[in-house]
């Protein structure tokens, strides 16, 4: 059986329940979820409140550098049968879920939280998406660190 | 030969487009490209080091040759999530 991948990019509202149903195999016990979520108030580091947050993407790479995490977790943890790995863009306020890396497998001891944690890990470093945060005090975009390799 | 650039991000803004189209000469590197960006948007100067370029939707080496009708990216490292 063809294990399913999904990768999307939308504007649209996430629905985690669809998305679950569409990662979901007969032989499927366990799903691992990860959601990024837009924080109004951080208090770590320079305490701040965010009214929202504005993302894009470039969107063929973007889908494509998707496609790719979404082979790298399959080539760590070959027991994960299936994988969502969704990014909403556009204005997003407080409180609203941004992101859903979803990696399925038969039981939950199979690295499947694991895989989840690697596929927000990656999308972080090399799925070309920014956000700018706008705030009371103004806006700034927030910027990653990472800096991948030729052909990464 | 000409190519397509687009910008993204912080770039995007120093560049006031989302997207141009420039003829280089054949032989041109990802290098030389972004000294011509840098002298056309003297903005892009103070970030040039962290600026990412991508051809053909792939993360590329300031010596990579770019070939024909290659679609170019130039952004700041990324934010998703």
Request: glycine fraction near 6%; proline fraction near 6%; hydrophobic fraction near 45%.
């Amino acid at each position: 059986m063809d294990y399913p991948t999904i990768t999307t990019i939308t504007e649209m509202e996430l629905d985690l329940d669809a998305l679950i149903a569409r990662v979901t195999l007969p032989s499927t016990g366990a799903a691992a979820i990860f959601s990024g979520i837009v924080r109004g108030m951080t208090e770590r580091g320079n305490a701040h409140e965010t009214s929202f947050l504005e993302y894009e993407a470039y969107q063929p790479m973007a889908e494509a550098k998707m496609r790719q995490v979404a082979k790298e977790i399959r080539s760590r943890w070959p027991s994960v049968e299936g994988i969502a790995i969704v990014q909403r863009i556009g204005r997003l306020y407080p409180q609203t879920p941004t992101v859903f890396i979803i990696c399925t497998a038969a039981h939950r001891d199979t690295g499947v939280f694991d895989a989840a944690r690697y596929g927000i890990d990656r999308l972080k470093e090399i799925v070309p998406i920014w956000k700018k945060e706008v705030s009371p005090e103004g806006e700034f975009w927030v910027e990653g660190e990472y800096i991948p390799k030729s052909g990464e | 030969m000409r190519v397509k650039i687009f910008f993204f991000a912080t770039v995007r803004e120093y560049v006031g487009a989302k997207t141009v189209e420039l003829e280089v000469p054949a032989q041109t590197t990802v290098a030389m490209l972004r000294e011509l960006l840098v002298k056309k948007y003297p903005q892009m100067a103070s970030t040039q080091k962290s600026i990412i370029a991508a051809v053909n939707s792939e993360y590329a080496a300031d010596e990579l040759l770019i070939p024909l009708d290659a679609e170019i990216a130039f952004f700041p490292p990324v934010s998703g999530g």
